[in-house]
């Protein structure tokens, strides 16, 4: 750098020495560190550059691709002097210029388009000492656009990123397949600023792609899987991307579009393809509503076709395990039979279905061997619990000392031998069905626990003091007579 900054005027020197210069510049690249974006940055530093280069006029001049219009980012002094000059004949110009009064330099960046740094001082300077000060201008000034423009796209991808994120974690949320189809094809449509958006299904038996959500028809889209751009990247396995002047206009299939009544301008297709490898699909967003689809869009859509296709094996798999256990439940509730047809069974028949319907505690009484527990089973697989846990606990088995345990869970370290924390049966059945057998044997204690469960929905673990709430129908069964164990004082009277 050299020792004078700057040039002198008509013999008169305007000197800025090596060391103000050279600090003039430091905070001009400091300044960037903090900026927010380019233009912002460009109109707060002009007024500094002005007074230091000792100038009539600073400003800064963008021209279009074309080199045919121009505009001014920023202007500090009296535009008046802006006329003197015509600034169309910077495009043949591709270096420092000195023409009259002004001082011309382009800044080679390519962050916001052909700008110009022009100049105007009180009288014509020479070229020599002008030169070397706004080549190093021009210098500091690129330099300091790259890092505003390098912290923009870290803070765009950062955002973007946990955008991604955020949209991801919604989609893994999902339990049902038509739900998370409409909620991807909305959230892609969202971000990528496009009209519309499908996820294409690929039936490999039926060599079909489903379009769900098909927008714009009744149902869903069904296609060859080998039509159009659709079918392109599902056997291809590579990504499409069409602009409104790409040669890959003449593959988008017309005769969706008119079915449809849409015309499709701008689209990129993807790959729906499980982490496996496992191809599912294809996910297309058409017509960017502003402009046409970029590379970083394509890149965009890659990362959330993978993101769907996770969510979407998610959620066959699901679906496909909770069919599985439906099936199970089915199997298991027709083997729960009561096998009769005299006038008591069928009463007791008709009795159950009917209460099968509600959540109300039941009381089972009757002697060993008459099926107590066939009943409480088919209470639970005749109603809406069917598809949760039915817990059986016979209450005579466990000693005294433990039935509060087993029944409402213990802490780590309530007792002796309690090492670890552990649920107990209201706990296991939460949303399902705890059938107490031989409920009369309880422990005055433990029944006055099991009216709190029935009162209030909610246990406290042994050694615990937060109240859990449980979602369990109770149903309980006794071979003894209550109202004798009442009067002996060994049954509460209001549970």
Same mark, same amino acid.
């Given at each position: 750098m050299s020792d004078r900054g700057v040039f002198s005027v008509e013999g008169r020197a305007h000197v800025l020495s090596g060391a103000a210069w050279e600090r003039t510049l430091r905070e001009i690249l400091i300044a960037a560190c903090e900026a927010s974006d380019i233009v912002s940055y460009l109109q707060s530093q002009s007024p500094h550059l002005r007074r230091a280069l000792g100038a009539q006029f600073f400003g800064l001049l963008v021209f279009s691709e074309d080199g045919r219009r121009y505009e001014w980012l920023t202007t500090i002094g009296e535009l008046r002097y802006a006329g003197e000059y015509d600034w169309a004949r910077l495009t043949d110009r591709h270096g420092f210029t000195t023409e009259g009064a002004w001082c011309l330099q382009p800044l080679p960046s390519d962050q916001i388009g052909q700008l110009w740094i022009a100049a105007r001082f009180d009288h014509a300077q020479e070229a020599a000492p002008v030169v070397e000060c706004f080549a190093e201008l021009a210098e500091v000034l690129n330099t300091a656009l790259q890092l505003i423009a390098e912290r923009t796209r870290t803070l765009e991808q950062l955002k973007r990123q946990t955008t991604l994120l955020k949209i991801a974690q919604r989609w893994y949320q999902a339990r049902q397949l038509r739900p998370l189809l409409s909620e991807i094809a909305r959230a892609?449509?969202?971000?990528?600023?496009?009209?519309?958006?499908?996820?294409?299904?690929?039936?490999?038996?039926?060599?079909?792609?489903?379009?769900?959500?098909?927008?714009?028809?009744?149902?869903?889209?069904?296609?060859?899987?080998?039509?159009?751009?659709?079918?392109?990247?599902?056997?291809?396995?590579?990504?499409?991307?069409?602009?409104?002047?790409?040669?890959?206009?003449?593959?988008?299939?017309?005769?969706?579009?008119k079915q449809l009544g849409y015309r499709t301008e701008t689209l990129i297709c993807v790959p729906l393809r499980t982490r496996g490898g496992r191809v599912l699909g294809v996910f297309e967003v058409l017509n960017k509503k502003d402009g046409n689809f970029t590379a970083e869009d394509e890149t965009t859509l890659l990362e959330l076709a993978e993101q769907a296709a996770t969510a979407l094996e998610s959620v066959r798999d699901y679906e496909q395990a909770l069919s599985t256990r439906r099936q199970i439940?089915?199997?298991?509730?027709?083997?729960?039979?009561?096998?009769?047809?005299?006038?008591?069974?069928?009463?007791?028949?008709?009795?159950?279905?009917?209460?099968?319907?509600?959540?109300?505690?039941?009381?089972?009484?009757?002697?060993?061997?008459?099926?107590?527990?066939?009943?409480?089973?088919?209470?639970?697989?005749?109603?809406?619990?069917?598809?949760?846990? =039915?817990?059986?606990?016979?209450?005579?088995?466990?000693?005294?000392?433990?039935?509060?345990?087993?029944? =409402?869970?213990?802490?780590?370290?309530? =007792?002796?031998?309690?090492?670890?924390?552990?649920?107990?049966?209201?706990?296991?059945?939460?949303?399902?069905?705890?059938?107490?057998?031989?409920?009369?044997?309880?422990?005055?204690?433990?029944?006055?626990?099991?009216?709190?469960?029935?009162?209030?929905?909610?246990?406290?673990?042994?050694?615990?003091?937060?109240?859990?709430p449980v979602h369990a129908r109770v149903i309980t069964a006794t071979k003894r007579n209550l109202q004798q164990r009442m009067a002996e004082g060994r049954f509460r009277e209001d549970l």
């Open positions: 892609a449509a969202d971000f990528l600023h496009a009209d519309r958006a499908t996820i294409f299904l690929w039936n490999r038996e039926a060599k079909t792609l489903i379009g769900r959500p098909a927008l714009g028809v009744d149902d869903e889209l069904r296609i060859p899987d080998d039509a159009g751009i659709a079918g392109k990247v599902l056997h291809t396995g590579q990504p499409v991307r069409v602009t409104d002047k790409s040669p890959d206009q003449a593959n988008i299939d017309r005769r969706i579009d439940v089915d199997e298991a509730a027709g083997r729960v039979q009561l096998v009769g047809q005299s006038p008591a069974i069928i009463r007791v028949r008709r009795d159950v279905e009917r209460l099968a319907q509600t959540d109300l505690p039941v009381l089972i009484l009757g002697e060993n061997g008459t099926g107590k527990e066939v009943v409480a089973q088919m209470l639970h697989y005749l109603g809406d619990r069917r598809e949760n846990p =039915f817990v059986a606990v016979n209450c005579a088995a466990i000693p005294e000392s433990l039935a509060e345990s087993e029944l =409402f869970g213990h802490e780590k370290g309530a =007792f002796t031998d309690a090492h670890q924390m552990r649920p107990g049966k209201f706990e296991l059945a939460q949303n399902g069905t705890v059938f107490l057998d031989e409920v009369a044997e309880l422990s005055l204690a433990a029944q006055a626990k099991l009216l709190r469960v029935l009162e209030e929905r909610m246990i406290v673990r042994v050694g615990g003091t937060e109240a859990i």
